[in-house]
Protein backbone atom coordinates (compact mmCIF):
# COMPACT_ATOMS: atom_id res chain seq x y z
CA UNK A 1 0.00 0.00 0.00
CA UNK A 2 1.80 3.49 -1.33
CA UNK A 3 1.56 6.42 1.79
CA UNK A 4 2.56 9.76 1.13
CA UNK A 5 3.15 11.88 4.58
CA UNK A 6 4.23 15.60 3.64
CA UNK A 7 5.33 17.78 6.59
CA UNK A 8 7.21 21.26 6.87
CA UNK A 9 4.36 23.28 5.63
CA UNK A 10 3.57 26.73 7.83
CA UNK A 11 3.41 30.71 7.73
CA UNK A 12 5.98 32.73 6.43
CA UNK A 13 6.44 36.22 5.31
CA UNK A 14 6.66 36.91 1.48
CA UNK A 15 10.62 37.09 0.39
CA UNK A 16 10.63 33.61 3.32
CA UNK A 17 11.69 30.10 2.80
CA UNK A 18 9.71 26.84 3.72
CA UNK A 19 11.10 22.94 3.28
CA UNK A 20 8.19 20.69 2.67
CA UNK A 21 8.87 16.48 3.12
CA UNK A 22 7.13 13.73 1.77
CA UNK A 23 8.18 10.17 3.35
CA UNK A 24 7.21 7.55 1.33
CA UNK A 25 6.03 4.42 1.28
CA UNK A 26 4.76 1.49 -0.72
CA UNK A 27 7.15 2.54 -3.47
CA UNK A 28 11.14 2.61 -4.15
CA UNK A 29 11.29 6.53 -5.12
CA UNK A 30 14.52 6.13 -6.63
CA UNK A 31 12.73 4.38 -9.25
CA UNK A 32 9.61 6.11 -10.06
CA UNK A 33 8.45 9.66 -10.73
CA UNK A 34 7.18 11.73 -8.02
CA UNK A 35 5.88 15.53 -7.79
CA UNK A 36 4.57 18.49 -5.97
CA UNK A 37 1.12 19.66 -6.44
CA UNK A 38 -0.73 22.36 -4.93
CA UNK A 39 -4.29 23.70 -4.65
CA UNK A 40 -5.81 27.48 -3.56
CA UNK A 41 -9.36 27.43 -2.33
CA UNK A 42 -11.55 27.50 -5.06
CA UNK A 43 -8.85 26.58 -7.58
CA UNK A 44 -8.08 23.99 -9.57
CA UNK A 45 -4.81 21.66 -8.06
CA UNK A 46 -1.24 22.53 -10.21
CA UNK A 47 1.73 21.12 -10.95
CA UNK A 48 4.56 22.69 -8.98
CA UNK A 49 7.11 20.30 -9.55
CA UNK A 50 8.61 16.76 -10.97
CA UNK A 51 11.24 14.41 -10.55
CA UNK A 52 12.03 11.61 -12.94
CA UNK A 53 14.06 8.56 -11.40
CA UNK A 54 16.98 9.93 -14.21
CA UNK A 55 16.70 12.77 -11.79
CA UNK A 56 15.53 15.07 -14.86
CA UNK A 57 12.73 17.69 -13.36
CA UNK A 58 10.29 19.87 -14.74
CA UNK A 59 8.59 22.70 -12.93
CA UNK A 60 5.26 25.02 -13.07
CA UNK A 61 6.75 28.73 -14.76
CA UNK A 62 5.40 30.30 -11.64
CA UNK A 63 7.98 28.68 -9.80
CA UNK A 64 11.11 27.93 -11.67
CA UNK A 65 14.39 29.61 -9.99
CA UNK A 66 12.67 29.99 -6.69
CA UNK A 67 12.04 25.90 -6.16
CA UNK A 68 13.60 23.08 -6.25
CA UNK A 69 12.31 19.60 -6.03
CA UNK A 70 14.95 16.50 -4.81
CA UNK A 71 14.76 13.50 -3.57
CA UNK A 72 16.85 11.04 -0.92
CA UNK A 73 16.56 7.58 -2.51
CA UNK A 74 18.29 6.26 1.38
CA UNK A 75 15.71 7.67 2.81
CA UNK A 76 12.99 7.10 0.73
CA UNK A 77 12.06 10.68 0.99
CA UNK A 78 10.80 13.75 -1.39
CA UNK A 79 11.49 17.52 -0.74
CA UNK A 80 10.40 20.94 -2.06
CA UNK A 81 12.85 23.81 -1.11
CA UNK A 82 10.91 27.00 -1.78
CA UNK A 83 12.67 29.92 -1.43
CA UNK A 84 12.13 33.56 -2.30
CA UNK A 85 7.91 32.64 -1.11
CA UNK A 86 5.38 35.04 -2.21
CA UNK A 87 1.49 35.86 -1.35
CA UNK A 88 0.77 33.90 -4.34
CA UNK A 89 2.83 30.57 -3.26
CA UNK A 90 -0.26 30.56 -0.46
CA UNK A 91 -1.75 26.81 -0.98
CA UNK A 92 -2.29 23.13 0.07
CA UNK A 93 0.65 21.69 -1.33
CA UNK A 94 0.17 17.85 -1.93
CA UNK A 95 3.33 15.07 -2.53
CA UNK A 96 1.87 12.73 -5.33
CA UNK A 97 3.30 9.33 -6.43
CA UNK A 98 2.78 7.13 -10.23
CA UNK A 99 -0.99 5.09 -10.46
CA UNK A 100 -1.60 3.67 -13.72
CA UNK A 101 -4.31 6.27 -15.16
CA UNK A 102 -3.61 9.15 -12.90
CA UNK A 103 -3.40 12.61 -14.34
CA UNK A 104 -0.33 13.01 -15.99
CA UNK A 105 1.93 15.98 -15.73
CA UNK A 106 5.47 15.77 -17.91
CA UNK A 107 5.17 12.37 -18.11
CA UNK A 108 4.56 11.13 -15.14
CA UNK A 109 0.55 9.57 -14.05
CA UNK A 110 -0.11 10.29 -10.96
CA UNK A 111 -2.68 8.56 -8.62
CA UNK A 112 -1.42 8.61 -5.11
CA UNK A 113 -1.79 11.80 -2.76
CA UNK A 114 -0.52 12.91 0.21
CA UNK A 115 -2.90 14.31 2.53
CA UNK A 116 -1.73 17.91 2.23
CA UNK A 117 0.44 20.54 3.88
CA UNK A 118 -0.20 24.17 3.90
CA UNK A 119 1.48 26.84 3.53
CA UNK A 120 0.57 30.42 3.66
CA UNK A 121 2.60 33.51 2.32
CA UNK A 122 1.95 37.01 4.06
CA UNK A 123 3.00 39.76 2.86
Known amino acids: QVQLVESGGGSVQTGGSLRLSCAVS????????MGWFRQAPGKEREGVAV???????YYADSVKGRFTISKDNAKNTLYLQMNSLKPEDTSMYYC?????????????????WGQGTQVTVSS
Open 26 to 33: GYTSSRIC
Open 51 to 57: IHSDGMT
Open 96 to 112: AAPAPGGRVWYGCFFGY
